[in-house]
């Protein structure tokens, strides 16, 4: 009777065993679906070549009590052309700089830094923990700016200046925008 129970119970096993496999079939290709877009230019400006300034020579004894060169400034112009239909407004960030003006990096050179002026002819103060921005609305003739700063040697606090030669640069970012400010 053990063998009969025992031959029952693997029959039986086998038996529902088999009926509980799934079947799956696979249709492949079954369906197509479309799908379009497309990645458009940033709308921007273009940014006109910047020509390098030449600041006239200034003796070392040449600085007023503002400590600003007796110097002519020079005018920075910074231009945008051809900006697309959907700006209506540029702006200019000069990034948080070390000192608040721009360093003198000439080898060997003199102590005198560059300042930069505003239109106001104020000096932009570029250590200031948030950066000054400047915003130009984009001339709807002919969708252009222009920004215009001043530029001229600046010697520092309590010091005489020294003789040598002054070098330096200026980087920017520009934020464009389709809102009038």
Same mark, same amino acid.
């Given at each position: 009777?053990?063998?009969?129970?025992?031959?029952?119970?693997?029959?039986?096993?086998?038996?529902?065993?088999?009926?509980?496999?799934?079947?799956?079939?696979?249709?492949?290709?079954?369906?197509?679906?479309?799908?379009?877009?497309?990645?458009?230019?940033?709308?921007?400006?273009?940014?006109?070549?910047?020509?390098?300034?030449?600041?006239?020579?200034?003796? $070392?004894? &040449?600085?007023?009590?503002?400590? *600003? /060169?007796?110097?002519? =400034?020079?005018?920075?112009? %910074?231009?945008?052309? @051809?900006?697309?239909?959907?700006?209506?407004?540029?702006?200019?960030?000069?990034?948080?700089?070390?000192?608040?003006?721009?360093?003198?990096? $000439?080898? &060997?050179?003199?102590?005198?830094? *560059? /300042?930069?002026?505003? =239109?106001?002819?104020?000096? %932009?103060?570029?250590? @200031?923990?948030?950066?000054?921005?400047?915003?130009?609305?984009?001339?709807?003739?002919?969708?252009?700016?222009?920004?215009?700063?001043?530029?001229?040697?600046?010697?520092?606090?309590?010091?005489? /200046?020294?003789?040598?030669?002054?070098?330096?640069?200026?980087?920017?970012?520009?934020?464009?925008?389709?809102?009038?400010?």
């Amino acid at each position: 009777m053990n063998k009969n129970l025992l031959s029952i119970l693997i029959l039986s096993t086998t038996l529902f065993s088999a009926h509980s496999n799934a079947v799956e079939y696979t249709e492949k290709n079954a369906g197509t679906i479309l799908i379009n877009g497309s990645v458009t230019a940033n709308p921007r400006c273009q940014l006109e070549n910047i020509q390098p300034i030449e600041l006239p020579p200034v003796q $070392a004894n &040449d600085f007023g009590d503002n400590h *600003i /060169a007796g110097t002519e =400034a020079q005018v920075l112009s %910074i231009q945008f052309t @051809n900006c697309d239909d959907s700006i209506d407004n540029v702006q200019l960030k000069i990034p948080r700089q070390t000192k608040k003006s721009l360093k003198n990096l $000439a080898e &060997d050179g003199s102590n005198v830094d *560059i /300042a930069i002026f505003d =239109a106001d002819k104020n000096i %932009i103060e570029l250590d @200031n923990e948030t950066p000054r921005a400047f915003n130009l609305n984009v001339n709807e003739e002919n969708k252009n700016a222009e920004f215009l700063f001043d530029i001229n040697y600046m010697k520092p606090n309590g010091k005489d /200046a020294t003789p040598g030669p002054v070098s330096s640069s200026l980087t920017f970012d520009v934020i464009y925008s389709d809102v009038v400010k």
